[in-house]
């Protein structure tokens, strides 16, 4: 279960989510979608050397969705995008302080998905 302090970071990222826009200049992208419950994002990556300049997003979905987005998007910018390969499903879990068997993971995992697209793109 999550707690209130999870939960509040959740909104804050929801209501407020870092690097949501869509970049003026990019080199890689990618779109997602969860059929499910309609949730849609697009992420938006500016790759220079290897290391991610600069990233945002586009999304239309649920709180959880759009909050690990956005928590994923600052902890992505800067580094190596071999380091961003590395990321397991589990640590977005973690950010966002759910677990596994959480009935909601496929919206909780919509973001490092679409980032590993875009990566792949």
Not at 2 to 13: A, G, R, V, W
Not at 15 to 31: D, G, T
Not at 79 to 94: C, P
Request: with cysteine.
């Amino acid at each position: 279960m999550t707690s209130s302090l999870y939960k509040e970071n959740i909104l804050d990222h929801y209501k407020n989510p870092r690097n949501f826009k869509r970049l003026e200049s990019f080199n890689k992208k990618a779109f997602l979608d969860n059929v499910t419950c309609g949730d849609e994002m697009e992420v938006f990556l500016k790759i220079e050397n290897e290391i991610i300049q600069n990233i945002s997003f586009e999304a239309r979905g649920c709180a959880i969705s759009i909050a690990a987005m956005s928590m994923l998007s600052e902890k992505v910018k800067g580094i190596k995008t071999s380091e961003v390969t590395k990321i397991a499903d589990d640590e977005v879990l973690k950010m966002l302080g759910m677990e596994k068997k959480t009935p909601r993971i496929k919206c909780a995992l919509l973001s490092i998905q679409t980032l590993r697209k875009a990566l792949s793109s």
